[in-house]
Nanobody, 117 residues
Framework: QVTLVDSGGGLVQPGGSLRLSCAAS????????MGWYRQAPGKQRELVAD???????NYADSVKGRFAISRDNAKNSVYLQMNSLEPDDTAVYYC???????????WGQGTQVTVSS
């Protein structure tokens, strides 16, 4: 059974930081591109950042320079360090696992991030 468990969300003031974590089990972790996605109310789910097993990264333009994705293949985990958070970053954040050339096959349960003063 495949499970992805997201954690680390919360309420933070504008300009603050949060670190999201995702722990995977039931998959051969190194075979998957791991990503963070987010969905704000009334909007479609969008890619925030993803990372290959070898460490190559890709970011949405809106988060470049503020967010950093990383992974630990030994711990089957992926992380998202979010700095300089803005109200527009408010969303439910989901961890996703996909193979090359395919959409995500597995999702975490989501963790709420709210940026507000």
């Amino acid at each position: 059974q495949v499970t992805l468990v997201d954690s680390g969300g919360g309420l933070v003031q504008p300009g603050g930081s949060l670190r999201l974590s995702c722990a995977a089990s039931g998959i051969i972790f190194r075979l998957y591109i791991m990503g963070w996605y987010r969905q704000a109310p009334g909007k479609q789910r969008e890619l925030v950042a993803d990372i290959t097993s070898g460490g190559s990264t890709n970011y949405a333009d809106s988060v470049k320079g503020r967010f950093a994705i990383s992974r630990d293949n030994a711990k089957n985990s992926v992380y998202l360090q979010m700095n300089s958070l803005e109200p527009d970053d408010t969303a439910v954040y989901y961890c996703g696992a996909r193979r090359l050339g395919a959409p995500p096959a597995y999702w975490g349960q989501g963790t709420q991030v709210t940026v507000s003063s």
